[in-house]
């Protein structure tokens, strides 16, 4: 794949977006979704533009990611943390909120914005809605390329799925930490989290804790939960007042309670952080493979692991899949 | 003395007679306090014995005048009421102890019975002797009229300070009104429309009981003091059979849930506005039909008759109407209740198998759903979860579905279009009623005045005094008047409050929703959908939202399932927005089309406000802006000239047509 130096046009809209300037970084963020063969080229032209610009493109790019299941509150709550986290303007943060298409009609209703009545012309935070667009391959496809680009402008990306389904798994791979979302305990739900979505998540938050008493009994239950299932490591004693220290947050968006500490702890978090014995993500390899499946099945798979080794001499994403896809289709041709 | 026989009413002596009619009103109130002033004095000269008062967006959404979101809306919808010295113009010359005064107010309902009470002070009229209504109905806000201000628990804590404190104060006043007149206009079902008002009815009570602040006695001349604010639609026999299961199911709840001995609290009073919802722009005199034919089904009956009635003017679709149009609906209540013989017989329809059996049918199903709601939690629970609001919306979308297949007949919209034209429509003024901008300036430079003359240091006092009352959860009302003795202003009154309790955005029951539609038009659409997507590599993308602060969301709610239905993606933005909102939201998603959804008349303000921001975005031109609801012909042109691409009204009500225009539109922009 050519690298091609960018054109005038395309290089000072870049330089606009650098600076957080929201017309330019939006058309960006749409040719970063977009899925025509022109568009790949050009990704494929400013992710190396940008990489070798490191000083114009400063974002920290550390990603977040919200799931758990729909009521649970993430988009108030996200959307108290963005006031808790911009209050200082030491912060720039994109928020990527996520919401069903359509089986039917492909379209989708993408809500998120009157729950959190994003619109604001601060600089300093960005809102994008995205379909989860079910008939174009890769669930969080238009996420993870919108993150690509993102990471590089952006020093706080938080990331909110749809709360269903696939990619709420996919998430693990895009976030360097991932908070599960859920509403104060009851008996059924504990049943719910043995069931294998408690694997995903770095830490817990446990929403419309309005009352002490319900974020007292909540933080009991679950804790006693994960201890049982051995999945997270709990550091703390037993004891609420410690809850952090276990990765379990009890929060209320709407009473304003537990933001302050978990807007804190949000700062702290490093990107590619692997500590905790955590495997390094590398999270377009996963994308590459998704891709793949999704449009040649196990047969494109194998090739794929047949090229690992040329596919490791190429450096970028968009080469990397026109290598493989272009591979794979010749082997088609050659059936 | 003749003994009476079946078909006559017999007064407490035996002799026949004929019921009083009903009371005739009129929803008023616009421009300013003085001219509002001078239209309650004409009306109470001719002899009208009650008030009710509309007041404009934003001392309903508590906004003073002064604030850039209030601007656009000053006296456009009704009266702008910013501080008591306002009060004491709005009732200059008016025995507020005398007059009944109804008020449909909700979010600042507190705010407005304060400044009520504080005015009767001021002129030394026992506040006992005030009568009256304030709406106070936050839950049917929350579902259909959007001018709610407080999360729903508060918005519930307020208006059970309001009868704990009215109950012994000011005895006569009704502190809340439970309305599923908005209800209807949202879609609902006569089945709903009985389960969701009684629901909130019981939502309130049940707090009222909760905070155990009454006696046994006290508790039933408060559940005497709840009344309902009703609708009726076309389907007049069902309507009239609707009024009777809520009378009959309302004494039901009174004596099963709150075991109210006295039958005289248990009745179900209520006052109607008929239906505008099945009103037409098309052939618009054919509403004129339409009125009288729903206000049969309120009237004839007469165990179920309406207590106060209003109807809407037959250009509703058009425009606001003038005092011509609303003279006319006037006439039409005239006409019944004193040309006909309608008021001298007992009920028609008692012993009825057809009746009885159908106001059963409608009860039965009514009692289901409200087990349902009370089973999930109850009326604010409901809210949350955006049960009760999906369910409207599921109701309004079947409803568009079946006016868009003809199977729903609507005469001169769906079948037997063609007509001679109207001859009112085409009056010198156009039809349309205007409100004059410079009153908007008295407003504010009367707001200024009153800030130049008050105590500061007595408003932060008060103000002080709110914020402490509301943060340990104690009756606010006291602090309340003390306020608005102190000059303290609407707006400053409900953003110590929103302070305190904080904002709430209510589910928009839009996500998930689909239509039926299936025809040739949808198919062309999905084409265009298809045909962009291959050219530009995305779907469509639209924002829709609704800038000001007119919270009447079905326009808006149908376009986004519509617009999801032919393929694309819908950034449903809601209510309340400001321009900049919906600019930068516009931007930030980076949409092919701005969808904007206007009724309260101040579209000409709120477009400007737009396209400006846009401007400075350097986006304007780049994205083409589509306009829906109630616009005047008048107004059309020159809001094309400004930048509109397309204006929809409520005879565009083939959705997918819609779409397929919008579509075009999107098709025919290649800036990038």
């Not at chain 2, 239209?39 to 001392?59: P, V």
């Not at chain 2, 011509?324 to 005239?334: H, N, P, Y």
């Not at chain 2, 800038?547 to 694309?568: C, K, T």
Request: net charge negative; proline share 3%.
């Amino acid at each position: 794949m050519q690298t091609n130096p960018l054109d005038e046009k395309r290089l000072q809209q870049l330089t606009q977006a650098a600076n957080l300037k929201k017309l330019p970084l939006a058309k960006l963020i749409s040719l970063f979704e977009n899925r025509s063969e022109k568009a790949t080229q050009e990704r494929h032209d400013i992710i190396h533009h940008i990489t070798n610009n490191p000083k114009t493109f400063t974002g920290k790019g550390v990603t977040i990611g919200f799931t758990g299941t729909p009521g649970a509150g993430k988009s108030s709550l996200i959307a108290e943390l963005c006031k808790t986290l911009t209050q200082n303007n030491d912060l720039r943060i994109a928020v990527l909120a996520i919401d069903p298409s359509s089986q039917k009609s492909g379209g989708a209703i993408l809500g998120d914005r009157t729950r959190m009545h994003s619109g604001s012309k601060n600089k300093n935070l960005f809102f994008r809605s995205q379909a989860s667009n079910l008939e174009l391959g890769g669930i969080t496809h238009n996420t993870f390329q919108a993150t690509r680009l993102l990471r590089y402008l952006f020093d706080l990306i938080i990331i909110e799925t749809v709360g269903i389904g696939q990619n709420e798994i996919d998430i693990q791979y895009m976030s360097d930490h991932t908070f599960l979302m859920m509403q104060p305990l009851a008996g059924d739900q504990i049943q719910f989290m043995k069931a294998g979505i408690m694997e995903i998540p770095d830490s817990f938050i446990v929403n419309k804790c309005d009352e002490e008493r319900l974020a007292r009994t909540s933080y009991h239950m679950l804790r006693a939960s994960l201890k049982q299932s051995k999945l997270i490591v709990l550091n703390a004693k037993d004891s609420f007042e410690n809850a952090a220290k276990d990765n379990i947050f009890l929060t209320s968006a709407t009473k304003h309670k537990g933001i302050q500490e978990l807007a804190g702890f949000i700062r702290s978090i490093q990107r590619n952080d692997q500590s905790k014995n955590k495997k390094p993500k590398d999270i377009e390899n996963f994308y590459l493979q998704k891709t793949i499946q999704e449009l040649y099945g196990k047969f494109g798979l194998d090739i794929l692991s047949q090229e690992q080794e040329a596919l490791k001499q190429l450096t970028g994403y968009e080469e990397k899949m026109t290598f493989a896809t272009t591979a794979i289709e010749q082997r088609i041709l050659e059936r | 003395m003749t003994e009476p026989q079946k078909h006559q009413i017999t007064d407490k002596d035996g002799n026949a007679t004929k019921d009083r009619p009903w009371i005739f009103r009129t929803y008023a109130g616009h421009t300013n306090v003085r001219k509002s002033n001078e239209l309650y004095r004409n009306n109470l000269a001719k002899g009208q014995t009650g008030l009710s008062i509309a007041f404009d967006l934003a001392t309903q959404c508590g906004y003073s005048s002064d604030e850039d979101i209030a601007k656009p809306e000053i006296g456009k919808v009704g009266v702008p009421i910013n501080t008591l010295d306002d009060f004491a113009i709005l009732f200059d010359n008016i025995d507020i102890a005398e007059v009944n005064t109804s008020m449909t107010i909700n979010g600042t309902s507190m705010w407005l019975l304060s400044l009520y009470v504080a005015l009767a002070e001021e002129r030394g009229v026992p506040i006992e002797k005030l009568q009256g209504t304030t709406q106070n109905d936050l839950i049917k806000e929350f579902l259909a009229r959007g001018t709610y201000v407080f999360p729903p628990e508060e918005s519930i804590k307020l208006i059970v300070d309001m009868y704990e404190f009215c109950l012994t104060n000011v005895p006569k006043w009704n502190p809340s009104n439970v309305c599923s007149y908005h209800l209807q206009e949202a879609g609902a079902t006569p089945v709903k429309e009985l389960a969701y008002s009684l629901v909130t009815a019981i939502t309130v009570l049940d707090a009222i009981k909760e905070r155990n602040c009454f006696d046994e006695e006290e508790f039933e001349r408060c559940v005497g003091r709840v009344s309902f604010f009703v609708n009726a639609g076309m389907r007049f026999i069902e309507e009239m059979c609707k009024m009777r299961a809520f009378t009959q199911l309302w004494d039901e709840i009174c004596i099963e849930r709150y075991k109210v001995k006295n039958p005289k609290f248990r009745r179900f009073r209520y006052g109607i506005q008929v239906n505008s919802l099945g009103l037409t722009e098309e052939q618009p005199e054919n509403n004129a039909w339409r009125i009288l034919i729903e206000t049969l089904g309120v009237t004839l009956s007469r165990d179920a008759r309406c207590r106060a009635l209003q109807l809407p003017a037959w250009n509703e679709a058009l425009s606001l109407p003038r005092p011509w149009d609303q003279q006319w609906s006037l006439r039409l209540q005239q006409i019944l209740a004193y040309e006909t013989d309608l008021l001298e017989y007992p009920d028609l329809f008692d012993g009825s198998p057809v009746i009885e059996s159908k106001v059963n049918d409608l009860k039965e199903q009514a009692n289901a759903e409200i087990q349902k709601i009370m089973d999930a939690g109850g009326g604010v629970e409901a809210i949350k979860n955006g049960y009760m609001k999906s369910q409207l919306v599921v109701s309004q979308a079947e409803r568009m579905s079946k006016i868009n297949s003809g199977e729903h007949i609507v005469v001169g919209k769906n079948r037997w279009t063609d007509g001679i034209e109207s001859p009112l429509v085409r009056d010198s003024d156009g039809g349309v009623f205007k409100v004059d901008p410079e009153s908007a300036a008295e407003t504010v430079s009367a707001l200024e005045a009153t800030k130049a003359k008050r105590d500061d240091a007595k408003v932060a006092e008060c103000l002080k005094t709110l914020r402490e009352t509301a943060i340990k959860g104690d009756n606010m009302m006291l602090a309340s008047i003390a306020c608005a003795k102190a000059r303290v202003t609407t707006g400053e009154w409900t953003a110590t409050l929103r302070d305190v309790y904080g904002e709430y955005r209510p589910p928009t029951g839009v996500e998930g929703q689909s239509l039926s539609i299936e025809n040739e038009t949808l198919d062309t659409v999905r084409e265009k959908v298809k045909t962009f997507m291959d050219t530009r590599g995305h779907r469509p993308r639209i924002v829709v939202g609704k800038p000001g602060l007119d919270g009447h969301s079905n326009g808006a709610e149908m376009i986004s399932v519509a617009a999801r239905h032919a393929g694309f993606d819908v950034i449903y933005f809601g209510i309340r927005l400001s321009a900049t909102d919906i600019v930068q939201s516009a931007i930030e998603e980076d949409v092919d089309v701005i969808g904007i959804s206007l009724l309260s008349g101040s579209h000409n303000e709120i477009m400007d406000q737009l396209f400006e921001e846009l401007d400075s975005e350097g986006a304007k031109g780049k994205i083409p802006v589509v306009l829906g609801g109630i616009i005047p012909q008048a107004d059309a042109e020159a809001l094309k000239e400004k930048g509109v691409s397309a204006i929809f009204t409520p005879k565009d009500y083939d959705l997918m047509e819609v779409m397929n225009r919008i579509m075009d539109i999107i098709l025919a922009n290649d800036s990038e």
